[in-house]
């Protein structure tokens, strides 16, 4: 229903992930070979944590109803600024209407989240959703997708203590409130987590059939294997990036993350892989 | 917070009271004298039931997050279309973001809803106000702001059978709602209410002073009283309009709804004023 | 680079074929298996005669920058009013920027027009084709299309008198200043003009090999070829349909417009077809 | 009919100037005091220099057609980036469409450009001005404001050799236009020019009664007079800004430039004034 790129490494315009590869996140927003849509057309939106001292301690967001392909502030913005950690997200909206607080990545304090796929029947499940929230968070609710209500479960059960075990607990409530109503197979996507430091990526739905999900191998290894392309070079040893689908169709460059795994990201550029809900619901 | 305008009778082209007198609601949008806010440029709606045979049995909408000042579509619909009964509102945000789900009026079924004025504290007592709802109407909340959930909040109270008992028992549990979270004068503003026969406009605050609203007086009367006027010519005898400010400076061509009073102008033009919860609560 | 289609017969709600078709022109905009591109994302217009007297003289317009296929004003626009004439346009925009002053159809007085497909090397050509316009037509241009300036070209050359000798005229002036400028092939693309009373739709592109058009069969014939189609018992014996391409996959109901060819639609449905632009000439 | 700043000094988040202050540009954006119109609600716009490399040249533009008063995008960007010299307007139409390519500031190569105030009877005089710039720059005027075309007409006259000689011809000449078509007092307004290291900003109108501009005194003597303004603090000893109406009520902060004056801006902070086109001419 969406695609989304995460970056970590040296700090770097956005552009470069962005707006320029072949298969960039805008490419894919009008084509995404991949995509349970073809088209993602629904707004956009860029979070980046500024490479300088900004204002404010959170990651900075940009969000538009426009599609990406030909946002001109889009182009401008992501030349301009630079970032050693950001996401973006392209929409192809199931039900839940175009507007900026439906847009991600959502933002909470440090922390960041962006999601591609699906709550199902979401509007049955929503009240129930809503109420498991911690009350404190529910004002906080700006928008109307399942997306950032997921996000908010996930806090409620502790996601910035333990980003992996919150995000863990919140699906399983998820799938219990699902149940409840009689709703299966209720979970289906890919997840990005971070505070800034950290990305934590997740692929899993309910029934084990989730999105793609593809990480970039390290940028020294990618660089000897391709020293003829040049593009490479703009990139440092600590790049590393998660995505829907490969960005580029070179060759090894994108590997497919496993079905029910949790990816990590450190800011060294470091990648680890564990897997996440495998066994026993809830 | 915002301005609004219902009008009954004939059916007209809607610019005629939107778009062209000297006070019109575009003309507030950008200078209400009257006003708790001078600019009320956060958008703004065109509610309308069609006179002739639609596709739909409800009314239909036109929202927008732009300022109505300048906004071409709402001068070309408003001239191009024509109605019987039809809303008109533009906002001036209190919180809740500018997007159009957030502008008014709101529509169920064959019923539209709109609010000048703010429910205090709204998101520290938008939990409690989301729980109160009949569970089958809380995912047709569409947006964020407080005026909305009053009306899904009268639905639940019986808007559609006695739409003046259903908004009492709401403001009245608004206000039992507030009390518990120690908030007081929680509710403030004008509201209108119509099935397509007729209006019901309620001006109430629970500290009893409440923003001004405004009926227009009998058109008969009215042209009698101003016989060099030809745009008085343009209407019919049904005529009849309810609003936040007068559209013109003619002395005597509008009259102030009373505080906390509803008022019923039906399809034949006619207007009767009733206390509205004067007295003893809830 | 765009799709469109026009509609001449008894009045109707636009919904019924902007909307509902399989192929309907919003199904188009996000998948047209015919369009030089497959989607059409670049905002869209309505264009509509009112049916019954309107303020204005002019046909109505509703432009928006937004993508048409999850646009709430257009889906409670189209199933509101209803017109005996009106023209709907989706773009992809090929460099002009997105905004409502490029979206389709354009209007001067009485008259519509709209255009999918493009003027070749526009920008280069843009100063010629802007001082070939009457100087009294030339504040009126108000986007930076080369559709618009086509349009302000064909009614220099007489397009309210006579549209077929106007636009022809002005195609061929065209082909004059592209050949000045070392560009060929430079008109490529189906046009649409109205008075309100005659559709004039022209397939037509310096290389004589253009964009699709379409229309449909007459609508006495189509009921009874398909009687148990329920749908087409929707409209009226004198309804007729000028498109980009079918909008249904019913064989034998719509039948493709020849190469350099005007069609003619009048008021009582009636087809007609002649050659356009057809020999040597620029 | 615009409000304007441009700020030259040590880099600063934008947030500092256009939305923190008492009467930031956000908030003349709502309410202007000394403006031609109280509201300037038509769009907005910052360019901005990057304070790192960026992958362009030239400098970053973020344009809007949504009102600067509630914009999150907005308040987000000037929190995060951080600039030595940019630019900020907020626009209240005077006719030409809302939509972002009418937003200032505009840009050619490094160069940008934004102004305050009109052109008297422009749609009467766009076809002269626009046969009058340069037949390479006429393609690059994408918008329909005069203030666009004054910018590319100064380009025209050698701005980017001479800005104050390239503006005065461009000046000169728009005043010649008029008055062959019978127009007086054609020029109004307050015009900012910057190549990334200088600004150069005018006040200056054909009948020398020009829309107002300030500029802020030296920074250490603000920060000498105000010892206890801890917000002076954030600003460096270069700092520098040229702006539509004061942003404080500080006495002594704001000094008013004098009519038909042209300011110059250096990268240190220098302030220089001269007189602009005082004598007759034209």
Redesign the interface.
Known sequence: MCRWLAYSGEAI?P??LILEPRHSLVAQS??SPLGAE??N??GFGVG?Y???D???PEP????????A??D??LR??T????SPLFFSHVRA?AGP?????NCHPFRHGRWMFMHNGVIAHA??L??DL??ALD?EL??LV???TDSEVVFYLAITYGLQEDPVAGLGRALRHVEEIAEAHGVRDVVQGTFAVSDGETIWAFRYSSMHKSRTLYYSVDMPTLQEMYPEVDRLRLFGARARVVVSEPLTDLPGAFVEVPESTVVTIDAGGGYREAPFLRDDAA
């Open positions: 315009h552009a470069l009008l084509n073809t088209v057309g629904d980046w500024p490479s300088t900004a204002l404010m900075a967001l940009f969000h538009s109803i426009e599609p392909w030909h001109e502030n401008e913005l030349q301009a600024i630079d909206a209407p175009i507007q900026q607080t509007p049955r929503r009240r809503m109420m009350p529910f004002p700006h928008g109307t």
